[in-house]
């Protein structure tokens, strides 16, 4: 079955640009996620891009995604210290389950 | 605010027993999915119901049950609990029993310990 792949942690000075990448093996996969998770707090989406998109831009938020490579990344710019948090790559196919990574824990240095 | 709420918040139990934990969808919602979020792991689902019907489920044993009410408020119950059920649950809901799932509503979880 699908398998989401991230590492575990990403340090990051404030101001910085923070990146965090995920690769997934179901090439059939046809939404990418990315999920935010603050303590004690549920699952918030912060973007997701459908299989045939190369990038997506929001505000401060980029996701790149290679399909060939199945490799997913999102681009937080100018992080600031709100923005340390557990960051989950997630991807499904049309109208099934989501399979999440285990997460990138976030955390910004001054 | 996602206008999902789940209760309780936290909850300790010992093993063998059972528990029921509960959910109420956002207004109109007529989809609500279960995830299991153990420890340093990402959730993982449970299974899925679409107008009070499982609708999809996950690689978890038949104790793990669910049911959804007509005002779309939902439960899931775990008999004969294991130490390793202690995780945070985390229920979803959403408007189509299919689709995107940038629809989905994430509450904030019910943290349950098992001794």
């Known amino acids: 079955g699908e398998d989401v792949e991230q590492s575990l942690f990403l340090s990051v000075r404030e101001g910085d640009s923070s990146v965090i990448n995920c690769t997934y093996t179901?090439?059939?996969?046809?939404?990418l996620y990315w999920y935010k998770q603050e303590p004690g707090a549920g699952l918030q989406l912060l973007t997701y891009?459908?299989?045939?998109?190369d990038m997506k831009q929001d505000q401060r938020l980029t996701v790149l995604l290679n399909k060939k490579d199945k490799h997913l990344s999102l681009r937080i710019a100018d992080t600031q210290t709100g923005d340390s948090a557990i960051y989950f790559c997630?991807?499904?196919?049309?109208?099934?389950?989501?399979?999440f990574g285990k997460g990138t824990r976030l955390h910004i240095l001054p | 605010e996602t206008g999902v709420t789940q209760s309780p918040t936290h909850l300790i139990k010992t093993r063998g027993q059972q528990v029921t934990l509960r959910c109420s969808s956002q207004?109109?919602?007529?989809?609500v999915s279960w995830y299991q979020q153990a420890l340093g792991q990402g959730p993982q689902f449970i299974f899925q119901?679409?107008?009070?019907?499982?609708?999809g489920r996950g690689n978890f044993p038949p104790r793990f049950s669910g049911l959804q009410f007509p005002n779309y408020s939902s439960e899931l119950n775990v008999n004969a609990l294991e130490l390793d059920d202690s995780a945070l649950y985390l229920c979803?809901?959403?408007?189509?029993?299919?689709?995107?799932?940038?629809?989905?509503?994430f509450g904030s979880g019910t943290q349950l310990s098992v001794l």
């Open positions: 997630a991807a499904s196919r049309e109208g099934d389950k989501i399979i």
């Open positions: 119901y679409y107008r009070e019907e499982e609708n």
């Open positions: 891009i459908f299989s045939n998109m």
């Open positions: 179901d090439s059939s996969s046809t939404y």
């Open positions: 979803a809901s959403s408007l189509e029993g299919r689709g995107p799932s940038e629809k989905l509503f």
């Open positions: 207004s109109g919602h007529n989809t």
